[in-house]
């Protein structure tokens, strides 16, 4: 035991006084979460509507005036031919064009609904859905104002839990906050072995009357204890800055996050036992945290929409797991009974990578 709290202490003593490992741990995370927390939106705001009014009626003037009054368009009248709205397109000067023709506004029966023309630029197919909706809404609007009937059979009245705004940044900054902590942990444990060789300090630990598990626990327990400091850093940040909701327990979310922790860890170690660079090492733990993390974990696709057999690589992503957590907890306030298998999964995944680090670990330098 005091062997394991001696490595402990030495490799805790050489991050305080790294000062490219410590603006690694604090600075880094904070500049990426600000960073990907506004970058990663998928709300559409400000469409270019072009308006071709060929009523020119006090009728068409309030159906534009309902497009107007939404912050969701941008809309502005385009006195040309329907032929033309093709350019419009390739030019990008709108992304949508809503036609009003002729007889718009003139008296008609009662039980009859004056047709307009939307055109949408599906270039993008899932802005467009989302485009096509609004207008529909804003048409919707303009049909009960003036008393006409609205097409649907029953009241249909939506329920949104959990996140009513619909905002995008309340379901993506929880999931950056699980990319941020895999990428940093496991890069800062990836070095861990392979700094000890280069500098020519290994020598001294394997002649040292230690074992290999002493050897690996000692360089996880410093990096645990900064890694928790970094992700209350950066979850504190995140509700700070992007206003996330948080509906759970504290306690529940600071112990799967230390298992969270230990895992990313636990990866770097396995990493850092086989490079013989601290370069390859870091390459090798941005390669296995950064591309998996943002395109197999959940965080961005859906992982219901992937191929099938990459459904089932999604099973060996830490991430995927702790998305599951950090989302649960922050925005549904779920209980551990409700996440006990991805916290399983999670801790399986760091005894086995734990285990392997010990076995690959060699106490000769020729190995």
């Known amino acids: 035991m005091n062997r394991l709290l001696a490595i402990a202490r030495k490799e805790f003593l050489h991050i305080v006084y790294d000062f490219r490992t410590l603006f690694i741990l604090f600075m880094m995370p904070v500049v990426q979460l600000v960073m990907f927390g506004y970058a990663l939106n998928l709300e559409i705001q400000k469409v270019d509507l072009a308006v071709m009014d060929h009523a020119h009626s006090p009728a068409s003037q309030d159906m534009v005036d309902g497009f107007r009054g939404s912050t969701f368009f941008r809309v502005f009248f385009y ?18 064009v809503l036609v009003i023709p002729r007889e718009f506004g003139q008296k008609s029966p009662p039980d009859t609904v004056p047709d307009v023309q939307v055109i949408v630029d599906a270039s993008d197919p899932n802005a467009a859905q989302v485009i096509r909706n609004y207008c529909t809404q804003v048409i919707q609007q303009y049909n009960g104002r003036q008393g006409r009937p609205l097409p649907f059979l029953f009241d249909f009245r939506p329920a949104i839990l959990f996140n009513p705004d619909l905002k995008s940044t309340f379901f993506f900054v929880p999931g950056v906050i699980a990319m941020i902590l895999i990428m940093i942990s496991a890069l800062l444990t990836s070095i861990a072995i392979t700094r000890e060789k280069e500098t020519g300090t290994m020598e001294q630990i394997l002649v040292s009357p230690v074992r290999s598990y002493e050897i690996i626990l000692g360089k996880v327990l410093p990096y645990i204890f900064l890694a928790f400091l970094d992700a209350a850093m950066i979850v504190g940040v995140g509700l700070y800055l992007f206003d996330v909701p948080f509906r759970g327990s504290w306690l529940l979310l600071v112990g799967l996050t230390l298992l969270y922790i230990t895992t990313a860890l636990s990866l770097g170690l396995m990493i850092s036992t086989r490079a013989k660079t601290q370069q390859v090492a870091m390459m090798a733990a941005l390669f296995a945290t950064l591309m998996p993390t943002i395109m197999l974990s959940g965080l961005i696709f859906p992982i219901s929409s992937m191929p099938v057999p990459l459904q089932y690589v999604t099973q060996l992503i ?16 779920s209980s551990f009974a409700q996440l006990v298998v991805p916290a399983m999964s999670l801790a399986i995944m760091s005894l086995v990578l734990l285990l392997v680090s010990i076995r690959r670990f060699r106490t000769t330098l020729e190995g």
């Open 318 to 333: 830490p991430a995927r797991y702790y998305l599951l957590i950090v989302r649960g907890v922050m925005l549904k306030g």
């Open 79 to 96: 006195r040309g031919i329907e032929s033309e709205i093709e350019h419009l397109f390739q030019s990008r000067q709108a992304r949508a």
